[in-house]
């Protein structure tokens, strides 16, 4: 059953004595709270529910194991992956490190590769590693230029019905906004809603200046709020991921969503070259995407692994947006994984714990940690729409994780490999994939 630290009591019926969860994360969370935030609990489990949480010590000893203050979290959530691209590192890594070299690396590895069989194997391998982790719930953007959009969603649907019963699956598409301006942006719209996915782009135009902004981007953008209204779609969108102080497309994106007034929700990834701006700009920006609803998920160590690479010299900054501020101004932040094992990122193993320990480390999301773990559960579960994710509550799905850790410090100080995944109130096999399994597609 892999390394867990205990064994869950066999039956489907029983109650986790003392354990432990950040209340922000606890449907009527029982009782008080100490100094960080998190409440001590019993959790009783029946018929793959959640079906009950007490104060901790008024469950009776023989309903179940005291687990002595262990951590309990939900299930975790990634709302903003690359599955496509997962794991051809070993085939086609990126020599410089950096943006430009991750955008070759991977166009001349779609171009030769990326055959049905290809991205299934390897995005079937990386649900496979997230699902040992732990993982409930994923959003994948998928590269969507002719003609590979007409090969990878086909995939993601079939392994979407493969894997319902184990992991609830979102796409998103990813292309130059201005195929919007093109019959093959109407196209790929269609294709979007084919899959009940999201329309997605990226902020950088092909054939034109990008600094500054030009006004054909406006146009772009405008006309993929329109093609995803006249579909009933939400936008998911990577936006500003530059060291480049005139990439200011954040503020053009929200403005556009005001003007042409869209309905659905949008999510705006990395948005790094915020933090280069002045404060001015950066008040501005944030209040145009608190008019239009905008929701932000900040990728931290890709960002920083990407951002700011030049041979022989330190990096100077870390390549993320400016996440404290735009949630003290109310806007909805959320943390993700991204890329895993491909040329935009050599590293990774699909764990949003992982990511989270990282984020905090990152972006200082510590002392006092405050409600911020939200930002890897109830957050992404809203803005993906999944009622019932993110959250320990009655009534819910038995799907949460135990560690051995009791706070926030032991959590962020070691990696949890130790951890205990229970789905449907069961404990599952956490053994992970053996990369010797990609060893047929991408060498060794």
């Given at each position: 059953?892999?390394?867990?630290?205990?064994?869950?009591?066999?039956?489907?019926?029983?109650?986790?004595?003392?354990?432990?969860?950040?209340?922000?994360?606890?449907?009527?969370?029982?009782?008080?709270?100490?100094?960080?935030?998190?409440?001590?609990?019993?959790?009783?489990?029946?018929?793959?529910?959640?079906?009950?949480?007490?104060?901790?010590?008024?469950?009776?000893?023989?309903?179940?194991?005291?687990?002595?203050?262990?951590?309990?979290?939900?299930?975790?959530?990634?709302?903003?992956?690359?599955?496509?691209?997962?794991?051809?590192?070993?085939?086609?890594?990126?020599?410089?490190?950096?943006?430009?070299?991750?955008?070759?690396?991977?166009?001349?590895?779609?171009?030769?590769?990326?055959?049905?069989?290809?991205?299934?194997a390897?995005?079937?391998?990386?649900?496979?590693?997230?699902?040992?982790?732990?993982?409930?719930?994923?959003?994948?953007?998928?590269?969507?230029?002719?003609?590979?959009?007409?090969?990878?969603?086909?995939?993601?649907?079939?392994?979407?019905?493969?894997?319902?019963?184990?992991?609830?699956?979102?796409?998103?598409?990813?292309?130059?906004?201005?195929?919007?301006?093109?019959?093959?942006?109407?196209?790929?719209?269609?294709?979007?809603?084919?899959?009940n996915?999201?329309?997605?782009?990226?902020?950088?135009?092909?054939?034109?200046?990008?600094?500054?902004?030009?006004?054909?981007?406006?146009?772009?953008?405008?006309?993929?709020?329109?093609?995803?209204?006249?579909?009933?779609?939400?936008?998911?969108?990577?936006?500003?991921?530059?060291?480049?102080?005139?990439?200011?497309?954040?503020?053009?994106?929200?403005?556009?969503?005001?003007?042409?007034?869209?309905?659905?929700?949008?999510?705006c990834?990395?948005c790094?070259?915020?933090?280069?701006?002045?404060?001015?700009?950066?008040?501005?920006?944030?209040?145009?995407?608190?008019?239009?609803?905008?929701?932000?998920?900040?990728?931290?160590?890709?960002?920083?692994?990407?951002?700011?690479?030049?041979?022989?010299?330190?990096?100077?900054?870390?390549?993320?947006?400016?996440?404290?501020?735009?949630?003290?101004?109310?806007?909805?932040?959320?943390?993700?994984?991204?890329?895993?094992?491909?040329?935009?990122?050599?590293?990774?193993?699909?764990?949003?714990?992982?990511?989270?320990?990282?984020?905090?480390?990152i972006?200082?999301l510590?002392?006092?940690?405050g409600?911020?773990?939200?930002?890897?559960?109830?957050t992404?579960?809203?803005?993906?729409?999944l009622?019932?994710?993110?959250?320990?509550?009655?009534?819910?799905?038995?799907?949460?994780?135990?560690?051995?850790?009791?706070?926030?410090?032991?959590?962020?100080?070691?990696?949890?490999?130790?951890?205990?995944?229970?789905?449907?109130?069961?404990?599952?096999?956490?053994?992970?994939?053996?990369?010797?399994?990609?060893?047929?597609?991408?060498?060794?």
């Open positions: 059953m892999g390394p867990g630290f205990f064994a869950s009591p066999p039956g489907g019926t029983y109650t986790l004595r003392r354990v432990r969860a950040p209340a922000c994360l606890i449907e009527g969370a029982p009782g008080a709270t100490d100094r960080h935030g998190i409440a001590d609990f019993d959790l009783h489990v029946a018929g793959g529910l959640i079906d009950g949480i007490a104060p901790a010590g008024s469950a009776d000893a023989a309903s179940g194991p005291d687990l002595d203050h262990s951590l309990v979290l939900p299930g975790l959530i990634d709302c903003h992956t690359h599955l496509d691209k997962g794991h051809i590192w070993p085939r086609t890594p990126n020599p410089t490190g950096d943006v430009p070299g991750a955008v070759a690396a991977t166009m001349a590895d779609r171009t030769k590769f990326w055959n049905a069989a290809d991205v299934r390897r995005m079937e391998f990386g649900l496979a590693t997230a699902y040992a982790k732990g993982a409930v719930a994923i959003r994948t953007h998928l590269d969507s230029l002719a003609p590979q959009a007409s090969i990878s969603f086909p995939v993601f649907k079939a392994v979407r019905d493969e894997w319902a019963s184990r992991i609830a699956m979102q796409v998103s598409s990813i292309a130059p906004p201005d195929i919007f301006l093109t019959d093959e942006g109407r196209a790929l719209a269609d294709i979007v809603a084919d899959a996915g999201n329309l997605g782009c990226g902020s950088r135009m092909t054939g034109v200046p990008n600094d500054p902004v030009p006004p054909e981007f406006d146009a772009a953008i405008t006309r993929l709020f329109e093609l995803a209204t006249e579909r009933g779609l939400d936008v998911d969108l990577h936006v500003d991921e530059s060291t480049d102080p005139a990439a200011r497309a954040l503020i053009r994106i929200a403005q556009a969503a005001v003007r042409v007034g869209f309905k659905g929700n949008i999510l990834g990395h790094s070259s915020l933090t280069l701006q002045t404060v001015e700009f950066i008040r501005a920006t944030i209040d145009a995407c608190r008019d239009a609803g905008i929701d932000i998920v900040s990728l931290p160590p890709v960002n920083m692994y990407l951002q700011d690479r030049v041979p022989g010299r330190t990096p100077r900054w870390r390549g993320v947006t400016v996440l404290h501020e735009m949630k003290a101004a109310g806007l909805r932040v959320a943390v993700a994984g991204d890329n895993c094992r491909d040329p935009f990122y050599a590293y990774g193993d699909h764990d949003m714990l992982e990511t989270f320990a990282n984020a905090v480390k972006l200082h510590d002392h006092p940690p409600d911020w773990i939200a930002s890897a559960f109830t992404p579960a809203a803005i993906m729409k009622p019932g994710f993110g959250m320990l509550k009655r009534g819910a799905t038995a799907d949460f994780i135990v560690l051995k850790a009791r706070t926030y410090s032991e959590m962020l100080a070691r990696h949890q490999f130790d951890r205990v995944v229970i789905r449907n109130g069961r404990q599952i096999d956490t053994t992970l994939p053996d990369y010797r399994q990609l060893d047929p597609i991408v060498g060794w």
